[in-house]
């Protein structure tokens, strides 16, 4: 019976008032108690779109034509206020920065209780348990603007998990999440179900959520659902090239397929030992008075250099890349760009040789439209209008979003309004490309379609990412710096750097299969290969 079930969807479609397009067709399907539903597809997809009408914000707070209907445990929520459903349907949101609104980590966690009228003594004892459930107490008392993105993510969890609701939505909730904390993440949703709790979880890092084994998992394709059903069903109704799946899985299947053409990277940019292009002296910095987050940085960034830059959430990653554009100036030592102290620059002047693309989609976007948006750069530095329009064109078909040029960015999914943060930098045609967190709410295909573009294309002297991704640096990077506590603890190729297991993990990365499947490999191909690449080494 209906009651029993904590969610059932019926014939649910919904457009979005200014798309000519629904974003979602005819979705039938019911969620049961204890039950992971793992929601995978391509960014864009309508998977974002099903989590807003579960949670009343269609059509509440976005309008268009909806159709079909959602039952809550028996129970039609269309009259219902959005303080009842949110005691029922808590959600975590893709981009934390959406989501977080007190000043304190406490005062987060604390919110929603306070609006439900809460006593002052239950509101905390249920806010400090929500805390010690993900192993953050420590940040009870931070500030949140200056906690790293995993570290918001973790608390905008717990601000719902306080809130105790019977089914849980996770939108990409392992995004921002280093490596060993999307693992913790993923053992406490295993644990909450197992407990009872419904969670649907839409997730674009499928292999990883494969580990806690979801009960079901649902595969949508424009709009529709085009796989529902057991795990064991998904290998068999999918592309490789569109999930990412365990890499032996891919290797098996890609046999049969012709051998991938090797990869081009920065044509025409031969690597070099001459001037550098960025130069780290001895860097210390805090945001705070007293307290540091980097100690000691020094290193060089040359022509010909595609770095990964990995570590834990909280590990100086993106305070570093933000001296390397000026964002941020030493508090000791000094950062030297094309020779000169960025002391002495101005970011806008920077931005001509690094382009940086933030973490956080909603930190760049602004402009009323997408063409606008990556126009805006390009227009800036100075580009003539000839240039633009065709600097603006290539971005746009890098990313795949050729079909947006006249959408509102921050009308888009937020993987959409990722990649166009990313084209935006593109279009500027910088020396230097820096991109934090290039891939999260990215789906496996697009992903790796505008990085195997971004390094193909001419005109980058050096890339740097910032990535959780262990896999982006085995096959896109030449050079991978591990950083934990705000000190370098590693700089070298892929090979020498992600080799040494015992301390990834000590910097909470987890060795992956496409890892394991290298190293297995490693003496007869002598570098890093794709899963698809490694299908065809001889003796496997």
Known sequence: ?????????????????????????????????????????????????????????????????????????????????????????????????RQILGTKVLNEVAFGLENLGLPRDEILRRADAALDYLNIASLRLRETYNLSGGEKQKVALAGVLAMRPKILLLDEPLASLDPASASETLGMVRRLADEGMTVLMVEHRVEDVLGIRPERVMFMSEGEIRYLGPLDGLERAVDYREVKLPAEVVIRRAKADPPPPPPTILPGVERRDDEPLVRFENVAFGYEAGTEVLHGINLDIRRGDVIAVLGPNGAGKTTFVKHAIGLLKPGAGRVLVNGRDTRQASVAEIAGTLGYVFQSPSHMLFAPTVYEELAFGPRNLGHPKEQIEKEVKEALQIVNLSDKEKDPPLALSFGQQKRVSIAAILAMRSRILVMDEPTAGQDYQNYMNFMDSILQMPGFEAILFITHDVDLAVIYANRVLLMAEGRLVADGSPQEVLRDVHRLEACRLVPTSLLAANLKRLEHTGRFLRAEALAHVSSF
């Open 1 to 97: 019976m209906t009651a029993d079930l904590p969610l059932v969807v019926e014939d649910l479609s919904f457009r979005y008032r200014d798309r000519a397009e629904a974003a979602i067709r005819g979705l039938s399907f019911e969620a049961h108690p204890g039950e992971i539903l793992l929601i995978a597809g391509a960014s864009g997809c309508g998977k974002t779109t099903l989590i807003r009408a579960i949670n009343g914000l269609i059509p509440r707070s976005y309008k268009g034509e909806v159709s079909g209907r959602i039952l809550l445990f028996g129970q039609d929520p269309a009259g219902w206020p959005l303080a009842r459903i949110s005691q029922l349907v808590g959600t975590v949101l893709q981009d934390p920065e």
